[in-house]
């Protein structure tokens, strides 16, 4: 073990490399620096912040996150070749505290791909790990598919990385196949085992592909591993990675069974949350644990009055711990800009003077049609504010006509680049119409991969929430937006995905992914 204390669990964050890499939940270069921003206020240790040879984007994302970082260190990931090594020694090397984490897929099955012998991947893990020591002093050494490595075989190349310099010994279940006993039995293992292993911090890096990505991560802590590799929500490919705010939170509520500790500032965890759901497009499950809608819901009789005479009764966390105001009094429309910006600190939010300013004019407009606006109506505030690219298309004015006397019609109208334009349509139902009428305005081949409404509060005057996603040429986009009327937060986030798709193909081939690390070994 390093100097690292003992009870010390760094949270490594992969949320802008592995869950990234989800198909549909690109990122634009805006919002990968804002998300990074906030992971490093929140107390990430290390974040993985891309993949730098594998597009021009990519590389631009991560030598600006590394220059814009603060105390996290800023990885970036590398297959096992001496040109991806460099190109992200060149992105990571201007932060504080920059690491290379190169991999190489290490079982029968992933040794098969470069076709290479177990002694030829012995040679290449010693070069490729020497020669990423040689420019940065902060290495992590991934085996691929660990959990289906041969035992032998891994033992040999965790000590083949250690003696050739890896600071990080990184022990992927790379499609989610062991379970926590393997899982903190493995990790114990290669403890004991491998000479040198008490010199470098052991990392486990869990798939959720059976559901158990937060108990094999937590196990693997029990068996030594002081670095847990996780995302914001669990975002990542298929079923995703161990989610963050879980074994975080895990570890801070259950620190009788498991003494370790993060330096995760807890409540700035449901902002980040929302953030990436919204920039990433993938909404989170209402019954998720921790950041879901539901979380701290409790509506049953019995609940509600246990919860009534003590919190504790249903209750293990309190809201307050992960961002969600304890109180919850709503504003109402004779509320300042003081109350604002003291309801946005105590929901873990840090808004700048013109951020509060554009915030404070959506918030009185919502006042003045809604009697109480509440916390989550606050946060979807927020995040109809923290709109990334320049637009080119604007939502001016939008008035339906539905109901049961025939088929819905939108009137609608839009500036395009400066210009007013109107169209009226006629759809199978309000948002068809709507959304027909915009394409009447700015016709495109765009396709509807997602269309999802979501009520922010109770009652009939709440907000919804609109998330669309949009395919084009292989370039994917999503928009939010929110508002009491449905059909108008419809058209915004429609709007606002086609804005996303336009800055998208101005740079064709910047934004979008050309390799993935599964492409070429
Ligand atoms: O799941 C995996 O194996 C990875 C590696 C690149 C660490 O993401
Ligand atoms: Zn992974």
């Avoid at 490594?12 to 990968?32: I, N, V, Y």
């Avoid at 107390?43 to 590394?66: H, K, L, M, T």
């Avoid at 603060?70 to 990931?77: M, R």
């Avoid at 910047?510 to 390799?515: G, L, T, W, Y």
Wanted: hydrophobic residues 40%.
């Amino acid at each position: 073990m390093t100097t690292q204390d003992k009870d010390r669990v760094l949270i490594f964050d992969t949320t802008l490399r592995d869950g990234e890499q989800s198909p549909g939940a690109t990122m634009t270069h805006e919002e990968k620096l804002e998300i990074a921003e906030l992971l490093d206020e929140m107390g990430v240790d290390i974040i993985e912040a891309g993949f730098p040879i594998a597009s021009e984007g990519d590389f631009r994302a991560v030598s600006e996150i590394a220059k814009r970082s603060k105390d996290a260190v800023i990885c970036g990931l590398a297959r096992a070749q001496l040109p991806d090594i460099d190109r992200c020694w060149e992105a990571v090397k201007h932060a504080n505290r920059p690491r290379i984490h190169t991999f190489i897929g290490t079982s029968p099955l992933h040794r098969a791909i470069p076709n290479l012998t177990m002694d030829e991947m012995a040679e290449r893990i010693e070069q490729t790990v020497t020669h990423a020591r040689n420019l940065c002093d902060n290495v992590q050494w991934s085996p691929m598919d660990a959990t289906r490595t041969e035992w032998d075989y891994l033992c040999r190349v965790v000590e083949i990385a250690i003696n050739a310099g890896a600071t990080t010994i990184n022990i992927p279940d790379t499609v989610g196949y062991t379970a926590p006993v393997e899982s903190a039995d493995l990790i114990r293992r290669l403890i004991e085992t491998v000479p040198g292993a008490d010199e470098v911090v052991f990392a486990t890096h869990c798939h959720n592909d059976l559901g158990m990505a937060t108990a094999n991560a937590l196990a693997a802590v029990a068996g030594g591993a002081r670095q847990i590799e996780c995302t914001i929500n669990g975002l990542g490919e298929r079923a995703g990675n161990t989610a963050l705010e879980e074994v975080v939170m895990a570890l801070k509520v259950r620190g009788d069974i498991m003494p370790y500790y993060t330096e995760i500032d807890t409540k700035k965890i449901m902002h980040i949350s929302r953030r990436v759901s919204t920039v990433s497009g993938f909404p989170v499950q209402f019954n998720k644990a921790i950041v879901g809608k539901n979380a701290f819901a409790h509506e049953s009789g019995i609940h509600q009055d246990g919860m009534l005479k003590n919190a504790e009764t249903f209750e293990i966390m309190r809201p307050e711990d992960v961002g969600l105001s304890g109180t919850s009094l709503p504003l109402g429309k004779h509320s300042g800009r003081a109350a604002l910006r003291a309801k946005l600190r105590e929901l873990g939010v840090e808004v700048g003077d013109n951020q509060l300013k554009d915030i404070f004019v959506r918030f009185k407009d919502l006042a003045d049609r809604k009697k109480e606006v509440y916390d989550d109506d606050i946060l979807a505030l927020v995040t109809a504010t923290t709109d990334g690219p320049q637009n080119r298309l604007e939502l001016v004015n939008l008035k339906v006509i539905c109901g049961t006397g025939g088929p819905a019609t939108a009137e609608l109208e839009m500036e395009i680049d400066g210009v007013e334009k109107a169209a009226t349509c006629q759809g199978d139902g309000p948002v068809d119409a709507t959304f027909k009428a915009v394409r009447d305005l700015h016709p495109n081949k765009a396709r509807l991969q997602l269309y999802q409404v979501n009520a922010v509060t109770e009652g009939t005057d709440a907000q919804a929430t609109v998330s669309v996603r949009l395919e084009e040429d292989g370039i994917i986009a999503t928009g939010q937006s929110a508002d009491t009327d449905t059909v108008v937060a419809s058209a915004r986030a429609y709007i606002n995905a086609l804005n996303r798709l336009l800055v998208r193909r101005d740079k064709t081939g910047k934004d979008v992914k050309e390799i993935s690390y599964k492409d070429v070994h």
